[in-house]
């Protein structure tokens, strides 16, 4: 591969990670500090391919945080020069502490990005391999910017907006900046008054109660169900284990009308009883998938083995088949949990008592005009971190558990 289309592709790369860094850290700069700017998108595509031409070879002469040094110190210094001191389109003296923070975070993602994508390449030809190489590192880089921004953005509008008073929220609604000086009680006044005035407490252990209930009895239904196709022969065994995902050919709002006078006339609507019977009704089918291929990739001579020493059916599965599917069965009890947390459709159609409400009905409650936007934000909080924080945390067992699983036997 010719050098000057390494030199061309270093620029490319260079220019779209100026321009991508400058539009993010801009962004950012305003949220954080309620700063109107107006970055320079066009400067900062110039300065990142004047650098992504000649990265490689500022590389190649400085090894590790030399050449991040050099690289960062150059976007910095170029990126003052051209923009006349204005780098993000305002006076210095407007937030020189934040202008100046966000200057050096650009200039760091600029430099770290080029390095990160074009470390390893001297100012030599290359091969179409390793061209092809610093391509998929460029896309693989601004794919997992894209969608970390895609995914952050809102969720940090969403808990700045929660820590707002409605005057602020008044007086600048795109001022994100948080006043710690106000006191915790104070930041805090949105979560509190959503326990105390607005019944959030009993919305978070309803959906908890049903949640976990929902874990269950999905289990209970779906390790034998899941283990009888797996395992055993039976007429109607292909069929059955073909058929299992059928369910989710009807869309749920098909079933709402029907469901909803079958409950009416059984005294099940606006219970937590009727959520427990519709949830696992459509989390069992995608457990029993899930489960039936990770038993099939279990050796059958240790069930085997078991049933020769006396083991009852019964007992293999509780001895031996359920201690080496533990990661399997950590996956769908989150899978079945976050979709019984996050289910909206059947509790706002069976659900009309406040004190059965689970927490994604409860949110919807709050988007009227009487109550300020900072609530609405706060209950939406409430109802996505336990989640997050559940999956971050079981994602750790989930890992070695499997780890643990593959040596098992």
């Given at each position: ?19 991508v ?20 998108v ?15 070879l ?7 945080r030399?050449?991040l ?26 937030g020189?502490?934040?202008?100046t ?10 430099g ?24 998929i590192?460029?896309l ?46 104070s ?46 022969r ?8 073909r ?7 009807v ?15 059984a005294?099940?609507?606006?219970s ?10 459509t ?13 099939r ?12 020493d ?41 659900l ?58």
């Amino acid at each position: 591969m010719r050098l000057t289309w390494v030199t061309g592709f270093g620029a490319l790369a260079g220019a779209l990670w100026g321009a991508v860094w400058m539009i993010v850290v801009g962004i950012l700069l305003m949220l954080v500090s309620g700063i109107t700017t107006q970055p320079p998108v066009g400067f900062a595509l110039l300065i990142g391919a004047i650098l992504g031409a000649a990265g490689f070879l500022i590389l190649a002469k400085f090894k590790d945080r030399q050449g991040l040094g050099v690289l960062s110190l150059g976007a910095l210094a170029a990126l003052l020069v051209v923009t006349l001191f204005q780098p993000f389109g305002v006076s210095m003296g407007t937030g020189p502490f934040y202008q100046t923070v966000a200057m050096v975070i650009w200039a760091g993602l600029v430099g770290l990005s080029l390095q990160m994508g074009l470390t390893g390449y001297t100012g030599e030809m290359v091969s179409r391999y390793r061209f092809e190489v610093l391509a998929i590192r460029l896309l693989k880089g601004l794919g997992f910017v894209l969608f970390t921004i895609v995914v952050a953005l809102p969720f940090y509008v969403m808990v700045m907006t929660s820590l707002k008073s409605q005057q602020t929220l008044l007086r600048n609604p795109l001022d994100f900046s948080i006043d710690l000086s106000q006191g915790s009680a104070s930041l805090f006044r949105s979560y509190i008054e959503l326990f105390t005035d607005y019944n959030f407490g009993t919305f978070l252990m309803n959906s908890a109660l049903v949640s976990v209930l929902t874990v269950f009895i999905t289990l209970a239904f779906a390790i034998p169900g899941a283990y009888a196709v797996a395992r055993l022969r039976f007429k109607g065994q292909a069929l059955l284990s073909r058929s299992i995902l059928l369910i989710y050919m009807v869309p749920a709002i098909v079933l709402v009308i029907p469901l909803y006078a079958v409950f009416s006339q059984a005294g099940l609507r606006n219970s937590l009883t009727g959520l427990l019977v519709v949830y696992p009704a459509t989390t069992i089918p995608v457990a029993l998938y899930m489960l039936q291929g990770y038993f099939r990739g279990l050796p059958s001579e240790l069930e085997e083995a078991g049933l020769v020493d006396g083991l009852s059916r019964v007992g293999v599965i509780l001895k031996i088949t359920l201690p080496l599917s533990l990661p399997a069965l950590a996956s769908v009890a989150l899978y079945v949990f976050m979709i019984a947390w996050n289910e909206f459709l059947f509790a706002f159609m069976f659900l009309d008592d406040l004190d059965m409400f689970t927490l994604s009905r409860g949110v919807v409650s709050l988007n009227s005009s009487e109550v300020p936007r900072q609530h609405l934000m706060a209950g939406s909080v409430v109802a996505t971190v336990p989640v997050l924080v559940l999956f971050l945390w079981f994602e750790r067992y989930l890992v070695s558990g499997l780890t643990a699983g593959s040596v098992k036997g």
